[in-house]
């Protein structure tokens, strides 16, 4: 499939595809025109993709660990190294810690709005 049709079955900008490949992270054939073509899995790979960023990974942790993720066949193409899972503990820490911080602003906020409603 062309580039804009991924983008439209994914939600994704062609731009941030584009990103994705220059990072690593998707690869395309190209057309004797030039042109990207990417495979099915390409769908899934893309959706993974903003799955880890919106848990707050960057790129490079993301290129990192996409190897070890379960593929279209049900296996890992890859075990993870342990410095992998380290850093993955590590931002699954900081995750934790930035939920925690929440949820006790969203408590002071609700003082405060008890508070001015008297």
């Given at each position: 499939?062309?580039?804009g049709?991924?983008?439209?079955?994914t939600?994704v900008?062609?731009?941030?595809?584009?990103?994705?490949?220059?990072q690593?992270?998707?690869a395309?054939?190209?057309?004797?025109?030039?042109?990207?073509?990417?495979?099915?899995?390409?769908?899934?790979?893309?959706?993974?993709?903003?799955?880890?960023?919106?848990?707050?990974?960057?790129?490079?942790?993301?290129?990192?660990?996409?190897?070890?993720?379960?593929?279209?066949d049900?296996?890992?193409?890859?075990?993870?190294?342990?410095?992998?899972v380290?850093?993955?503990?590590?931002?699954r820490?900081?995750?934790?810690?930035?939920?925690?911080?929440?949820?006790?602003?969203?408590?002071?906020?609700?003082?405060?709005?008890?508070?001015?409603?008297?």
């Amino acid at each position: 499939m062309r580039i804009g049709e991924l983008a439209r079955r994914t939600g994704v900008s062609e731009r941030s595809l584009r990103y994705y490949e220059e990072q690593g992270l998707l690869a395309a054939e190209r057309t004797p025109g030039g042109h990207r073509e990417y495979a099915e899995a390409a769908v899934d790979r893309v959706v993974r993709i903003q799955e880890l960023f919106a848990a707050g990974l960057c790129s490079s942790k993301i290129v990192e660990l996409l190897p070890c993720m379960r593929d279209g066949d049900g296996g890992p193409s890859s075990v993870a190294t342990p410095k992998l899972v380290a850093d993955l503990t590590a931002e699954r820490a900081r995750i934790d810690r930035m939920i925690t911080d929440l949820l006790r602003s969203r408590d002071t906020l609700d003082e405060v709005i008890d508070a001015a409603r008297g």
